[in-house]
């Protein structure tokens, strides 16, 4: 038996999860689940998958949790805070963790599972983007296995030749092509983009996601973050990184090589593909999605993306071209400028503004050889010069 800890249960990717693990009960078993604040959804978790551990961030909804479940038999144990979560997140019991929590909050847990050794399936792309030099760092030195859970960059893991570690040159790949589905507003004129409603922003025309995963969609800032977690997962610069709008999101990315082959992992959009992928590799395992008809499909298209309307990517692209503080403070400021956007506090067009003034107004500081509390620091520090934008905004 394989024991699980899932970080971020109660969410879209931890459900999918789940769903997953339980299709295969006599391989996996469910060591540890966590969230944010859902005690109600957490119990009823706990009953139906019996973990030895549950953990929540926050510690009034840990006492709620307490009392829900007093009585059950075999309870598990709760544990609270950052503290609590790094702990689930490192336990002997559990050989394998889905980083499911959504943002920055995940990154310490994240990091835990690295440090421990964990095969660790990764959803959790900030914490890439925030400390991916610390995060690869840590993975090579316990000898953990990264797995990505992005759609993309499993397919991109997929098509790429095992020794691919050793360098893209090396193993004869030209450039990623990564697919992004453009989202809601993808054929929506510049002008009407301030009318969006966070609404309208979180119904996504394929994926059903977390709602900030929703709108890094709809603004593209969901790619350009793809763009920085598959540099550090590919051990590439961005130069080699291509974005195609693809909006069936049928082929979830493809990797070209030097002799003109090009590879690509097609699928129906479920998520459930690239976790049971995952939670099997380098077996494969069924995961409750059917396959592709390709009748059906019919028909593929692409588009190249459009850095006027959206202007996020860009500003992501050259995130990871300058490097330093800059990826950690665009991710900070995007973070403040989503919640302020779903808090009607500014308008769709002002989540990019925000982050491009953020990004101007803090000096770029170097990362290397930086430990976790240094990153948290600046994450503060960006995340505060962002929210004085946000008031500073005209809505
Ligand atoms: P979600 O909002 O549905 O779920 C987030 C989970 O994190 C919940 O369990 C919540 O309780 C927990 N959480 C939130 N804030 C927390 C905090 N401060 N401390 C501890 N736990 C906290 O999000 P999601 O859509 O499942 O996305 C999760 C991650 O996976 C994100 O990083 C996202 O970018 C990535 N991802 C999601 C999808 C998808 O299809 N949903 C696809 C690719 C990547
Ligand atoms: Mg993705």
């Avoid at 009748?295 to 071209?321: I, K, M, S, T, Y």
Wanted: proline letters at 6%.
């Amino acid at each position: 038996m394989i024991g699980v800890t899932i970080l971020g249960s109660t969410g879209s990717v931890g459900l999918s999860t789940l769903d997953v693990l339980a299709r295969h009960p006599e391989r996996f078993r469910v060591v540890a689940l966590t969230a944010n604040r859902n005690a109600q959804r957490l119990a009823e978790q706990c009953r139906q998958y019996r973990p030895l551990y549950a953990a929540m961030a926050d510690p009034e909804a840990a006492r709620q949790l307490a009392s829900l479940l007093e009585g059950m038999p075999d309870a598990p144990e709760i544990l609270a805070g950052h503290e609590g979560l790094e702990a689930v997140a490192s336990l002997p019991d559990a050989q394998y963790v889905m980083a499911a929590i959504v943002g920055a909050a995940g990154l310490r847990p994240s990091l835990a599972a690295a440090r421990a050794g964990k095969r660790v399936m990764l959803a959790n792309k900030e914490s890439l983007v925030m400390a991916g030099a610390l995060f690869m760092a840590a993975v090579t030195d316990s000898g953990a296995e990264l797995l990505p859970i992005d759609s993309e960059h499993n397919a991109i893991f997929q098509c790429l030749p095992h020794g691919f570690r050793d360098g893209l040159a090396e193993v004869g790949v030209e450039r990623i092509l990564l697919t992004a589905s453009g989202g809601p507003f993808r054929d929506w004129p510049g002008e009407r983009l301030a009318t969006v409603t966070p609404e309208q922003a979180c119904a996504h025309p394929v994926w059903s996601m977390g709602r900030k995963i929703s709108v890094d969609s709809a603004t593209l800032m969901n790619k350009g973050l793809e763009v920085i977690e598959a540099c550090w997962l590919f051990g590439t610069g961005p130069e080699r990184i291509t974005v195609v709008v693809h909006p069936q999101s049928m082929i979830h990315s493809l990797v070209q090589y030097r002799d003109g082959s090009v590879l690509a992992e097609l699928g129906n959009p479920d998520m459930r593909t690239p976790i049971a992928h995952a939670l099997a590799w380098p077996d494969r395992l069924e995961s409750g999605v059917g396959g592709l008809d390709l009748v059906a499909v019919a028909r593929l298209d692409f588009q190249a993306p459009d850095p006027g309307r959206f202007p996020c990517l860009n500003l992501a692209f050259e995130a990871a071209r300058t490097g330093g503080s800059a990826p950690l403070v665009l991710n900070a400021a995007n973070e403040v400028a989503v919640e302020a956007f779903l808090e009607g506090r500014i308008g769709f067009p002002g989540i990019a503004r925000v982050v491009d003034e953020t990004l101007q107004a803090l000096p770029l500081e170097g990362v290397a050889g930086q430990d976790l509390g240094f990153l948290i620091d600046l994450d503060q520090r960006a995340r505060a010069q962002a929210e004085h934008r946000v008031r500073a905004a005209v809505i």
